[in-house]
């Protein structure tokens, strides 16, 4: 099993900056991907970022330019840099690993969330 802690979300004005952090631990060698996923009220869950192993990324359209997914040096942390913030990106923020198991089967882990609220 691999668990997720994410940190890092709370109240921000608009234009402001907020950065995530993600820890995995546990079962973490044969993690291949990480990334983040936000779900705002009445929204279904939506890929925000996410980064390989081999440290290529993308992103959606809306966060592009304002949004930076980087990996920490020990590849079990990741990290979201969020500038420029818009009331839009208001959303719980969903830090997800993806691991291969033994048949070579992809598995998904998630973290609890954190909630990211762009306000005046």
């Known amino acids: 099993q691999v668990q997720l802690v994410e940190s890092g979300g709370g109240l921000v004005q608009p234009g402001g900056s907020l950065r995530l952090s993600c820890a995995a631990s546990?079962?973490?060698?044969?993690?291949?991907?990480m990334g983040w996923y936000r779900q705002a009220a009445g929204n279904q869950r939506e890929l925000v970022a996410a980064i390989t192993s081999g440290g290529s990324t993308n992103y959606v359209d809306s966060v592009k330019g304002r949004f930076t997914i980087t990996r920490g040096d020990a590849k079990n942390r990741v990290y979201l840099q969020m500038n420029s913030l818009k009331p839009e990106d208001t959303a719980v923020y969903y830090c997800?690993?993806?691991?291969?198991?033994?048949?070579?089967?992809?598995?998904?882990?998630w973290g609890q969330g954190t909630q990211v609220t762009v306000s005046s």
């Open positions: 546990g079962s973490i060698l044969r993690i291949n991907a």
């Open positions: 997800k690993a993806t691991r291969v198991n033994g048949y070579g089967a992809p598995e998904d882990f």
